[in-house]
């Protein structure tokens, strides 16, 4: 069994900041972080910020130079820093990360829950 593991979210007021984590448990040989989307009330899901296999990052315009995703493989765990937050930033946050379960398998991906990010005054 492999949980991904969303946590950080809060209530915040705009101009402050929050970071995410998302951590991957169980039976677990490495993971290979994807990216971080979100949903905003009445919207679809949207690509935040995403990480490749070697490290380089993409954002989307609307959070560049605001947001830093980050990785700590030994922990396996995700980061999303959000600086700078505005209200239009008020979604449910998710992790998305490909895990490689036993040595021998192939990768796998895997969604987390979601955590709530509201920015409000």
């Known amino acids: 069994q492999v949980q991904l593991v969303e946590s950080g979210g809060g209530l915040v007021q705009p101009g402050g900041s929050l970071r995410l984590s998302c951590a991957a448990s169980?039976?677990?040989?490495?993971?290979?972080?994807k990216g971080w989307y979100r949903q905003r009330p009445g919207k679809e899901r949207e690509l935040v910020a995403a990480i490749s296999s070697g490290g380089s990052t993409n954002y989307a315009d609307s959070v560049k130079g605001r947001f830093t995703i980050s990785r700590d493989n030994a922990k396996n765990t995700v980061y999303l820093q959000m600086n700078s937050l505005k209200p239009e930033d008020t979604a449910v946050y998710y992790c998305?990360?490909?895990?490689?379960?036993?040595?021998?398998?192939?990768?796998?991906?895997?969604w987390g829950r979601g955590t709530q990010v509201t920015v409000s005054s």
């Open positions: 169980g039976s677990i040989f490495s993971i290979n972080a």
């Open positions: 998305n990360v490909d895990i490689r379960r036993f040595y021998y398998s192939a990768y796998a991906n895997y």
